[in-house]
């Protein structure tokens, strides 16, 4: 499920009032969120907002489960999807862009902690563009040089998680390969 705005909590809710989420996670499926932000119209200010955290919390408490459940339910969190392009210039870490990544950082650490206390059966993860490992360049802190200065969120989080939705299949392996390989480093 993609979660990109607060008004997407009205589909949530509606799946959590009706019965929906709860007839999956007790027929043993797994829910996997993935939250973006519908560039430019937001410019990365949504996931950096208070709004944001407490939106995933509520959130979150849809996805806590069932009673009755003899555990948690596990549901995957795939935060900030294409991270790197939140600010801009988009894939890179610079004076100019630091700061907002910084800040990013800090409400995805904020927000798996949110969802931890209300879903501790999820396991959370920040989210890549799967294209940031295919391209390096030290001089201006693009592609490979931008991904250390997330590495301490990264080790903070159950799991790295990156998209490959190239229009061509055939280049897809490829692309989740050189990632795994890659973010392994990281967690």
Excluded at 41 to 53: D, E, K, P
Excluded at 54 to 63: E, F, H, N, P, R
Excluded at 174 to 184: C, G, M, S, T, V
Aim: include cysteine.
């Amino acid at each position: 499920c993609w979660f990109n705005r607060h008004e997407d909590l009205q589909v949530f809710k509606y799946w959590h009032d009706v019965g929906h989420l709860a007839r999956w996670q007790m027929d043993g499926y797994i829910i996997h969120v993935v939250t973006w932000e519908p560039l430019p119209i937001t410019h990365g200010s949504y996931h950096t907002s208070a709004q944001w955290l407490d939106d995933i919390s509520t959130l979150a408490g849809y996805l806590a489960g069932p009673p009755g459940l003899p555990q948690p339910p596990t549901v995957l969190w795939s935060l900030a999807t294409e991270l790197q392009t939140y600010a801009q210039p988009e894939n890179v870490w610079n004076d100019q862009t630091a700061p907002y990544y910084m800040k990013l950082q800090a409400n995805l650490l904020a927000a798996r902690d949110r969802i931890k206390a209300v879903a501790p059966g999820s396991l959370v993860s920040l989210s890549w563009g799967g294209w940031q490992t295919s391209f390096d360049d030290p001089r201006i802190g693009a592609g490979l040089s931008m991904i250390p200065h997330f590495a301490d969120t990264m080790r903070q989080m159950d799991f790295v998680s990156f998209q490959a939705m190239q229009s061509n299949a055939g280049m897809n392996p490829a692309e989740i390969a050189r990632n795994a390989a890659y973010f392994h480093q990281y967690n």
